[in-house]
């Protein structure tokens, strides 16, 4: 478990920083009941992602890929943001400079009441046609397989980023800017093995931020931040406001 005085150097670096910037990953909704990736429960040990998470996958069956979706869709509705979720919005809100980037696609943070943030592999709630491109959101809990776009009447995909796709451009660039400039990083509930996120607190470090992280485990990020907060999202993030 993290130590007090360690909460307390995380806690003081937050308060005094011009420049806040917020790194989420699965872990801080762990805490609201939403299964992450990897570990013990994690999808991917149920799941092969290379059947359900790939361009590949959805050409070769989109219904497959849909039902998949459409069950994390179920999971999710019924989930609320905790109290991690909800001191990331304070943090935004007591802080002129700020930014959330989240890896997580459930629209928690959204939910929660987030505003200024880059949601980097994209959002299950929102849904991008195959053939125009147009970008809608979508709350149909189960969606009606297949879905087609409402303007083209070609097939919908889920708006999310899958394995072998490349991250919309302007969230890097935003992203970057933010990681570069900013005074402190926090890292909530990310694995960080999964590129291009997992360089993120390399390069905040790298231009001079104080980093820490929240984490039950052990992560590849641990040996390089400046602070390693071991325990979970729900119960060590209120300690930092
Ligand atoms: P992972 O499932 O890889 O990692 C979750 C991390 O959260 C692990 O390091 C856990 O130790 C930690 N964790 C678990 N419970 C926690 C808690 N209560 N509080 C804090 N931390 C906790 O999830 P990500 O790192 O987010 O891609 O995975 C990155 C990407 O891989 C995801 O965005 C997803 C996946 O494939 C897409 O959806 C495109």
């Not at 420049?19 to 609201?32: E, F, Q």
């Not at 007591?94 to 880059?118: E, K, M």
């Not at 072998?164 to 400039?181: I, K, M, N, P, V």
């Not at 291009?196 to 931040?225: Q, R, W, Y």
Request: charged residues 25%; glycine residues 8%; proline residues 6%.
């Amino acid at each position: 478990m993290a130590s007090m005085s360690d909460l307390g150097i995380v806690r003081d670096h937050i308060a005094a920083a011009r420049s806040l910037v917020v790194l989420t990953g699965a872990g801080i909704s762990a805490d609201s009941g939403v299964p992450t990736f990897r570990g013990a429960d994690g999808l991917w040990r149920n799941f092969r992602a290379e059947d359900l998470a790939t361009p590949e996958s959805f050409d070769r069956d989109p219904r497959l890929v849909w039902e998949w979706y459409n069950w994390r869709r179920e999971l999710i509705a019924s989930k609320r943001p905790n109290p991690a979720h909800d001191i990331v919005v304070e943090f935004e809100r007591r802080c002129s400079q700020f930014w959330l980037i989240t890896q997580n696609v459930d629209g928690l943070h959204r939910a929660a009441g987030s505003q200024r943030l880059s949601e980097i592999h994209g959002n299950i709630w929102k849904v991008r046609c195959t053939v125009c491109g147009v970008v809608e959101e979508n709350r149909d809990v189960p969606i009606p397989i297949l879905p087609s776009c409402r303007h083209c009447q070609e097939l919908l995909r889920p708006h999310i980023v899958w394995f072998g796709e490349s991250l919309a451009a302007d969230d890097l660039a935003r992203c970057a800017t933010a990681l570069r400039s900013c005074d402190v990083l926090l890292v909530v509930g990310t694995s960080g093995v999964v590129y291009p996120a997992a360089g993120f607190a390399a390069v905040a470090k790298e231009a001079g931020a104080f980093v820490a992280e929240i984490n039950p485990d052990p992560t590849p990020h641990s040996g390089i931040v400046d602070v390693s907060l071991k325990g979970r999202a729900k119960e060590l993030v209120p300690f930092l406001l």
